[in-house]
């Protein structure tokens, strides 16, 4: 017997080929950026001025020797080393940078070591913070940069990644600062608090009794959710200037503002929400490491599982960030910012749109530009029928144009609901089975298990209703009406 394929056929088998070959190449440059092929990781020989993954490497070897949690030994032997780094970078920097070290206890619960770049020496303790100071007649009301990452781990986890390569790539970020002769303009406060899994109370702690807390005029919060992937910008805000000045200065853009939506719904929090809510209403940005989740909180989450690159692109994004940051005219003190929001509505505005593209560029509009961008969908999707109805001679009344549109309108608007219903529906029954509320976060496959086969049962009850109850203007209902009346 002999497969005889019509002209349609291959036509098709063509059109298959091609989509199988676009798929491919897409899913490849997906890999390569969330694997960071793209980026070579530079050594510990690598210039002075540059970011160094293999030196901040380091960093994470000496900090993951023994857990991290409160009132074990390993958190104070942490941040005895930090201190020591701290003040071998005071040692070496030149005469144009001041540099102090401050060690902070609040309610003795909680330490907290500080780096301050750019302000005059300050009248405070000197045992475990870091000042680098721009210039002599630089003045404590000057506004500030901060950058925070907790050195505590979660009780029997190593915490590589949450959050020993937050501490390490600021450690090799203050080392950059103070070596490479750049000055900053404003000061640079680096935060290493020691207690951001005990409710957050290392943020908490700074805000409420630090008196450079009111000097902050844009807060940048390093976080990781797991080992690897994309350093995201998942949160930023009051304001859009934050995430605007990412987008035009990061050298690896990875960002996505519809993840901060997502913030409110799960069960999870940063310090993020201390420095831009919480106290101070500090325009920030909340940077994290999204994949790997399956070693987070784990006693998994080792060094070996820090993948080659994400730190060079942290380490290189955050330095340009930084940079940015404390050459932009809207950095303001907190008593500036009260002044600004009591006589004018810009600082008020909403948070932008944005998001990369396959950490190639950022593609950033505002909230007015996405209300008329994302209405032209609908406004096409409302009158496209009605000018079809105009343009088909052989169409039917207005009215039972009218009608078939309200009718697909309710049946589509009935799939959509259902596919997020039935998904829910399933994750709150499975909880009476299974105490892991979120193991699909750990292994991304599970999510399409879960949720996708339930979302196509929802999507399709509707259009199995629909081939019941045919519209006015079905073809194969005008097809035989046809044929009757041919036959009459």
């Known amino acids: 017997m002999v497969l005889r394929l019509s002209s349609r056929d291959v036509s098709g088998f063509k059109f298959l080929f091609f989509l199988v070959t676009i798929f491919s190449l897409i899913s ?4 390569s950026t969330i694997h960071m092929k793209f980026i070579k990781p530079l050594e510990v020989d690598a210039p002075l001025d540059r970011f160094s993954e293999a030196r901040a490497i380091q960093h994470v070897a000496a900090l993951t020797k023994e857990d991290r949690q409160e009132g074990r030994p390993g958190l104070r032997k942490a941040a005895v080393y930090i201190k020591e780094q701290l003040e071998m970078l005071k040692e070496r920097a030149g005469s ?20 301050r770049m750019g302000a005059q020496t300050p009248k405070c303790s000197r045992t475990a913070c870091i000042h680098l100071i721009s210039s002599a007649d630089a003045l404590e009301t000057d506004p500030s940069v901060l950058i925070n990452g907790h050195f505590d781990s979660p009780f029997g986890s190593p915490g590589a990644g949450d959050c020993g390569s937050c501490v390490a790539s600021m450690l090799e970020l203050a080392r950059v600062t103070a070596e490479s002769g750049w000055i900053p303009p404003r000061p640079i406060i680096f935060l290493f608090n020691g207690a951001e899994e005990l409710f957050m109370l290392g943020a908490h702690g700074f805000m409420k009794t630090h008196k450079w807390r009111d000097s902050i005029g844009a807060s940048i919060n390093v976080e990781a959710s797991g080992t690897s992937g994309p350093d995201l910008v998942c949160q930023s805000g009051p304001g859009s200037w934050p995430s605007q000045l990412y987008a035009e200065s990061a050298v690896y853009p990875m960002a996505h503002s519809a993840v901060q939506d997502v913030f409110a719904v799960i069960p999870g929090d940063t310090d993020y929400r201390i420095f831009s809510h919480d106290h101070g209403n500090i325009p920030s940005l909340d940077i994290i490491f999204l994949l790997g989740g399956y070693y987070y909180h784990t006693s998994y989450d080792t060094l070996d599982k820090l993948l080659p690159g994400i730190m060079q692109a942290r380490g290189d994004n955050l330095l340009s960030i930084l940079k940015a940051f404390t050459n932009s005219s809207k950095l303001l003190n907190a008593r500036e910012r009260e002044y600004l929001e009591a006589t004018t509505n810009d600082y008020k505005d909403e948070r932008a749109i944005f998001f990369d593209y396959l950490s190639w560029f950022i593609i950033f509009y505002s909230r007015r530009v996405a209300l008329v961008l994302h209405s032209i969908p609908i406004v096409i999707f409302l009158v496209m029928p009605f000018l079809l109805h105009f343009w088909d001679s052989r169409s039917r009344s207005c009215f039972a144009t009218f009608y078939d549109f309200v009718k697909g309108l309710l049946f589509h608007a009935a799939g959509t609901i259902l596919a997020i219903i039935f998904p829910v529906i399933l994750a709150t029954v499975r909880l009476f089975f299974s105490s892991y509320a979120m193991n699909w976060f750990a292994r991304p496959y599970l999510a399409f298990l879960m949720f996708v086969p339930t979302s196509l049962v929802g999507l399709l009850i509707p259009r199995t209703v629909w081939r019941c109850t045919p519209t006015s203007q079905d073809v194969s209902v005008i097809n035989k009406l046809e044929v009757q009346l041919d036959i009459i």
């Not at 144009?96 to 780096?115: K, S, W």
């Open 28 to 31: 490849l440059l997906v890999y």
């Open 96 to 115: 144009n940078i001041r540099i102090e070290v401050e060690e902070a206890t609040v309610n003795a619960e909680l330490l907290t070591l500080l780096v």
